[in-house]
């Protein structure tokens, strides 16, 4: 699993005009080519009456599948940039649908290229996007007469807690990047004087906004 990665914070759309042409930019987070063609799918279907539905995504942590779909447009113009523009900011596990519905003024090449780019852009930028980090919870427990330190220390530090336990004595779960496990480990004995206990728990991804 990777320690890290960028994605997109959620679902949504943002529309622009470029030479009288819309262009609707739909964005969605996908961690599977199903996930991502079922999307497209959906678009397309709401957007059945526009001129062109282009489309890419890109999934996997070492971004294994990429595809991108002109859908008429000539080729290379629409997909291409769209995917161009993921890959610029990094983004895994996202797919990308530019509606446009045409104006009447040809743009040419040079001019699809920019507008699709463009349309991409601005959309990820309305939709944002967030940092993905992996992290291990650990279960700290500690005698009731330490709570009201450690719970301090804790909130004081870079470490979040995800929950306390109060039962027979005081567990603490707490999210902890993988290359700091080592390090809260040593910093929870040091400030219990090693008489905290702590085990590992599981593996999940937490998100913060970019």
Known sequence: MLSYYYTV???????IIIQKSRFIAHIARATT???????????KKKHWDATHNCSAYLIGEQDQIQKANDDGEPSGTAGVPI?????????????IVITRYFG?????????????GKATSEGINFV?????????????TVEYTMLGKIENELRSSQYQIKDIHYLEDVTFDVYVEKDAIQPYIDWMTDITNGKA???SGDQLYLEQDM
């Open 128 to 140: 944002g996007m967030v940092e993905r980090i992996l992290v291990q919870i650990m279960h700290t």
């Open 197 to 199: 206990q702590t085990t």
């Open 83 to 95: 995917l161009e523009v993921l890959k610029k900011k990094k983004l895994k596990d996202t797919v």
């Open 9 to 15: 914070k959620g679902q949504g759309e943002h529309e």
């Open 33 to 43: 080519e199903e996930e991502a063609q079922n999307f497209i799918a959906d678009i």
């Open 104 to 116: 009447g003024i040809k743009l040419g090449a040079g001019g699809l290229i920019r507008a699709y």
